[in-house]
């Protein structure tokens, strides 16, 4: 079957909620507790040890499926404009990301400010941005555009490419 990257990351969303409800559920009804005058079968929750593996092999057979098919698409599939492919993407953003942060507080610092002092002392101090804070602005503004544009591209191939999954 043909899904987009989203759509596949949804699957793989609901495949480890189905593997997760199979792993709370057989927690509560491996084991139980009884006391000494009740009949064991009468307050025995219904456990097959059997079936229980066997659905979680195929759920979790099912995820290593879809994630292989979700690796190999982003390692084979460039994003239009930037000549990476996803996977490469998915490690320029959050770099992207922190370069805008601290681009963000170098372009907000003021060019000379005075500092405090916890003593009583005659000299005044001054901390003096060692850099250019409007080239800092300018390219927190320019990084800023970037991110946004790698991002928008990224979401617009992830909804519209499709990759073949047989699950």
């Known amino acids: 079957m043909k899904y987009t990257s989203a759509e596949a990351a949804k699957l793989l969303r609901q495949l480890n909620e189905e593997r997760d409800n199979l792993l709370y559920a057989e927690s509560q009804a491996r084991t139980f507790v009884a006391a000494t005058t009740e009949e064991l079968d009468s307050v025995r929750p219904a456990y097959d040890y059997a079936a229980v593996g066997e659905a979680l092999e195929t759920v979790e057979k099912k995820i290593r499926m879809v994630k292989h098919a979700i690796n190999v698409f982003n390692t084979t599939h460039k994003v239009p404009g930037f000549d990476m492919t996803i996977d490469e993407v998915l490690v320029y953003i959050p770099q992207l990301t922190q370069k805008k942060s601290k681009l963000s507080q170098m372009a907000s610092v003021l ?11 005659a000299v005044i101090d001054y901390r003096y941005a060692n850099y250019d804070v409007e080239q800092a602005a300018a390219d927190l503004k320019a990084v800023s555009a970037l991110l946004a544009n790698v991002q928008t591209a990224l979401d617009v191939l992830n909804n519209t490419e499709t990759m073949e999954i047989d699950l």
């Not at 060019?111 to 002392?121: A, W």
Request: proline share 9%; no cysteine.
């Open 111 to 121: 060019p000379k400010t005075r500092e405090r002092t916890l003593g009583q002392s």
